[in-house]
């Protein structure tokens, strides 16, 4: 037990200090990803319900694939391809290469994998809004970006977090994929400790109690926001 929490001490000889940048470096990525998926996922939602012929086509190209694809090879593809075609664009443009951040280049790969999910979660959730409230606001004038605003946003909330609750917790876990590109997350600074020490078992079992706390606090979170965007609707009890 002495060793284990030498080990896992926040200060050097011990790893802890070192997990903790690599949760942090996950939650950054885990945050950014999220949100870049999430207003994907609102303007694909809309492309898919309310576009022209085009727009839906290339949408359920986007979505069909992205969803076909395994995450992995994705991230794979679009991290060392994505960044290598900007920097192509860039020479052919008569402008220097650049060097993309990892977390950037992190955000941007899991968001655009994110924004897939995250189409069909808010199209459903669109769709479950009772269309008397949409025929309601147009009756009254309603621009779409202020329909949007003031009733398919607050009124699809309550039917979208549980698919979006899933989707931030695959995010989080998401993260440990990039550790295969070389992203300093919670995965590569478990595998550096690990490897340094040769204690596989205790630092992976911290890593695993890591990722638990992780979702345990995010379920805690989700559930307040959830009641919140539920008020004024009947419970799930009162349902039954």
């Given at each position: 037990?002495?060793?284990?929490?030498?080990?896992?001490s926040?200060?050097p000889?011990?790893w802890?200090?070192?997990?903790?940048?690599?949760l942090?470096?996950?939650?950054?990525?885990?945050?950014?990803?999220?949100g870049l998926?999430?207003?994907?996922?609102?303007?694909?939602?809309y492309?898919k319900?309310y576009?022209?012929?085009?727009?839906?086509?290339?949408?359920a190209?986007?979505t069909?694939?992205?969803?076909a694809?395994?995450?992995?090879v994705?991230i794979?593809?679009?991290?060392?391809?994505?960044?290598?075609?900007i920097?192509?664009l860039?020479?052919?443009?008569?402008?220097?290469?650049?060097?993309?951040s990892?977390?950037?280049?992190g955000?941007?790969v899991?968001g655009?994998?994110?924004?897939?999910?995250s189409?069909e979660?808010?199209?459903?959730?669109i769709?479950?809004?009772?269309?008397?409230?949409?025929?309601?606001?147009?009756?009254y004038?309603?621009?779409?970006?202020?329909?949007?605003?003031r009733?398919?946003?607050p009124?699809?909330?309550?039917f979208?977090?549980p698919g979006?609750?899933?989707?931030?917790?695959?995010?989080?876990?998401d993260?440990a994929?990039?550790?295969v590109?070389?992203?300093y997350?919670l995965?590569l600074?478990t595998?550096?400790?690990?490897?340094?020490?040769?204690a596989?078992?205790?630092?992976?079992?911290?890593?695993?109690?890591?990722y638990?706390?992780?979702?345990?606090?995010s379920?805690?979170?989700?559930?307040r926001?959830?009641?919140?965007?539920?008020?004024?609707?009947?419970?799930?009890?009162e349902a039954?």
């Amino acid at each position: 037990m002495a060793r284990i929490i030498e080990l896992l001490s926040p200060t050097p000889p011990g790893w802890g200090g070192t997990l903790l940048v690599g949760l942090l470096h996950s939650v950054e990525i885990a945050v950014g990803a999220f949100g870049l998926g999430l207003v994907i996922g609102i303007c694909g939602a809309y492309g898919k319900l309310y576009g022209g012929p085009v727009v839906r086509d290339l949408l359920a190209v986007y979505t069909t694939i992205v969803r076909a694809v395994p995450e992995l090879v994705l991230i794979l593809l679009l991290y060392y391809a994505g960044t290598d075609l900007i920097n192509q664009l860039l020479t052919a443009m008569g402008y220097q290469r650049i060097d993309i951040s990892g977390l950037v280049a992190g955000i941007a790969v899991l968001g655009f994998v994110q924004g897939a999910y995250s189409t069909e979660v808010i199209r459903g959730a669109i769709l479950a809004i009772p269309q008397g409230q949409i025929e309601a606001a147009r009756a009254y004038g309603m621009s779409p970006g202020l329909l949007l605003r003031r009733i398919t946003l607050p009124a699809m909330l309550p039917f979208a977090i549980p698919g979006l609750a899933n989707l931030w917790l695959i995010a989080t876990k998401d993260t440990a994929l990039l550790a295969v590109v070389g992203f300093y997350e919670l995965t590569l600074a478990t595998r550096q400790a690990a490897g340094v020490t040769k204690a596989y078992l205790t630092f992976f079992l911290a890593a695993g109690v890591i990722y638990l706390l992780l979702t345990l606090v995010s379920n805690l979170i989700i559930g307040r926001i959830e009641v919140r965007a539920r008020r004024g609707m009947p419970s799930l009890k009162e349902a039954r």
